[in-house]
């Protein structure tokens, strides 16, 4: 492969777009890699789809590797299959949908589970068809909310989806495995430093999930670590362990006029000058924060809840989230219109209004919390005694320093990636839904079950960029990058005609190549572009060529080397 930059459709910008915050953003638009189309939808110039393709190249040998065959579906789909799934409602206002000229309506599938049980069912009728393993690199369409930091999250976006089909629950645990070792692959061969962490299953249902995280300071997830065990998990998944019941009778509940506290501090500052029964060390952590949030369930009426978590944590809005889903939440501003909700002063004591505690709120535990009346708040509010949740739920932030929940002797450590990988075991929400069953060897039906492994392949160039790059530019992992050579011919005085003789060397000895034979563009210029475009190697076409030299410049090393230019071939094939 030869690529002329004279003629190569690239420009690169010497200012940092105002459109992007982040490293992997900028690069790839200063170094000419991608362009915005589209809110979430940006388009690929010649360099960015070598590396798009490089990515999804690499997927696809993996998936080969694993016994995975390729398939492709369309993007554009008939409501059916999601309606009979129930994500056509459950997916929410992240689905794409739209009507033909006939009124049908469509969507534009931010997954394919339905169809690829629908495949299988279609085309097998026995165990013997079984496992299997199906796959596609094909275009996402999510109306995601807040799209952001260019190829990260997009609206349109290229995902690999695979699927595995298994008559046994072992079976999926095997494929699991094997998928879960692919993706190891995959993402070593990319060049991603990623941690694998116990995920939640989200809209698609199942149970088995883990997540591959890539090590980023712009990551969108937080994930814990603990310091002694191996638990890892997303911020979203951690498990909050539940304290033993407390022991002791507390005193009955006594409501104090506490004017003028409607936040933790203001009121822990009072109980303490007032000292409220009796105490001086009243904390955040003795107080009950409830805050009330709108649950919106897809396709249904928006709900009122409250939530209570211990005072010395906000709500974690994702954890939150994720803890509803598929429904989501925000918070509850109107109090205007429920005088029974008095702002600052909730109590859970008679609520009415559905309320999940924080699992640390167990059956005995007393709290200080509000007294459901303008300036007061209340002391000894004990659960299961003065009030009982409707429920626990995980919307309780998570903060460094936590016990871990598997070991509970570390101390949990928390840093942000992105996700770039989710594997997991679906189970049978998708035959069921299909009714998809085989015939057994016992001449009974079986019903499969399914496993399903995501890779964000468009989202993987910018993770990689975000991973490697420095204040001069992008620095390709030799796997992925647009070409092996970046050969530049740095003036005038037959250097053009030595570079373009050396490229075609290069690319006969098997590498990809690409010159800069740009006429008019001062060496300055071409080699603040090689380093921004960030190609492993560049060889120099300059001032030695008299002497019969070149030099060899690594591209993550800074390493410069002269090398006689009859020598660079050997040079650059066996590095
Ligand atoms: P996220 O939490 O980041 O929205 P997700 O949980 O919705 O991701 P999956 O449904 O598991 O993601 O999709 C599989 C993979 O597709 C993800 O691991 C991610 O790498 C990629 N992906 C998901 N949404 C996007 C997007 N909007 N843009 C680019 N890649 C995406
Ligand atoms: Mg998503």
């Not at 689905?95 to 534009?108: A, C, G, S, V």
């Not at 995601?144 to 260019?150: L, M, Q």
């Not at 060049?191 to 997540?211: F, N």
């Amino acid at each position: 492969m030869l690529l002329r930059m004279s003629t190569m459709l690239l420009k690169t910008l010497r200012e940092d777009p105002a459109e992007a915050e982040v490293p992997s953003h900028r690069l790839l638009l200063r170094a000419g890699y991608i362009r915005r189309a589209a809110p979430g939808g940006y388009t690929y110039l010649p360099l960015g789809k070598l590396v798009l393709d490089n990515v999804a190249r690499v997927v696809r040998e993996e998936m080969a590797a694993a016994g995975a065959q390729e398939v492709s579906f369309p993007a554009l789909l008939p409501r059916d299959p999601y309606e009979t799934s129930g994500r056509w409602t459950d997916y929410g206002d992240e689905i794409f949908t739209l009507k033909d000229r006939r009124d049908t309506e469509y969507l534009l599938a931010p997954t394919h589970e339905e169809m690829f049980a629908l495949l299988v069912q279609d085309l097998t009728s026995s165990y013997r068809d079984f496992p299997m393993i199906l796959f596609q690199v094909q275009t996402k369409y999510r109306d995601e909310a807040r799209p952001r930091a260019g190829l990260l999250r997009g609206r349109e976006f290229l995902m690999k989806d695979a699927y595995s089909f298994d008559l046994t629950d072992e079976g999926l645990a095997d494929a699991y495995g094997v998928m879960r070792v692919a993706y190891q692959k995959i993402f070593a061969r990319l060049g991603l430093e990623h941690t694998i962490v116990s995920a939640m299953a989200g809209a698609m249902g199942g149970s088995a999930s883990e997540e591959f995280l890539a090590l980023a300071d712009v990551g969108e997830d937080t994930f814990v670590g603990c310091a002694k065990c191996d638990y890892a998990a997303n911020t979203e998944a951690v498990v909050t362990p539940a304290p033993p019941a407390p022991e002791g009778t507390p005193g009955p509940l006594t409501v104090h006029d506490t004017p003028d506290t409607p936040t933790i501090a203001s009121l822990v500052a009072l109980a303490n000058e007032r000292a409220l029964d009796g105490r001086t060390d009243w904390t955040a952590a003795d107080t009950l924060k409830n805050v009330v949030v709108t649950v919106h369930h897809p396709g249904g009426e928006p709900e009122l809840l409250a939530i209570g978590v211990p005072g010395d944590r906000e709500i974690d809005l994702k954890r939150l989230d994720a803890a509803l889903a598929p429904a989501t939440a925000e918070l509850f501003d109107d109090f205007a219109s429920r005088p029974d909700l008095v702002k600052g002063y909730i109590g859970p004591q008679g609520s009415k209004i559905r309320y999940l505690a924080d699992p640390r709120v167990v059956a005995g535990t007393a709290w200080l919390t509000g007294a459901n009346q303008p300036g007061k708040h209340a002391t000894s509010v004990v659960a299961g005694r003065d009030f009982t949740p409707d429920g626990t739920i995980e919307a309780a932030e998570v903060h460094a320093g936590d016990p871990c929940p598997r070991c509970s002797e570390g101390e949990l450590t928390i840093r942000r990636g992105i996700e770039i990988g989710h594997i997991f075991q679906l189970g049978r929400r998708y035959t069921d839904a299909f009714k998809l069953d085989v015939l057994g060897p016992d001449g009974k039906p079986v019903r499969p079950t399914m496993g399903s492994y995501g890779v964000g392949v468009s989202r993987a160039v910018a993770a990689v960029a975000e991973q490697h790059h420095d204040e001069r530019g992008l620095v390709w992992p030799a796997e992925i990058a647009p070409a092996d050579v970046h050969v530049v011919a740095a003036g005038k005085d037959g250097q053009v005609e030595a570079a373009l003789r050396l490229a075609g060397e290069l690319v006969a000895a098997g590498l990809r190549v690409l010159v800069d034979d740009r006429p008019g563009v001062s060496a300055g210029v071409k080699f603040t572009d090689a380093e921004l475009i960030g190609i492993p190697h560049t060889v120099v076409v300059g001032r030695r060529l008299g002497d019969g030299y070149g030099e060899l410049r690594d591209r993550r090393t800074g390493g410069r080397d002269e090398v006689l230019m009859s020598d660079m071939v050997a040079a650059l094939t066996s590095v």
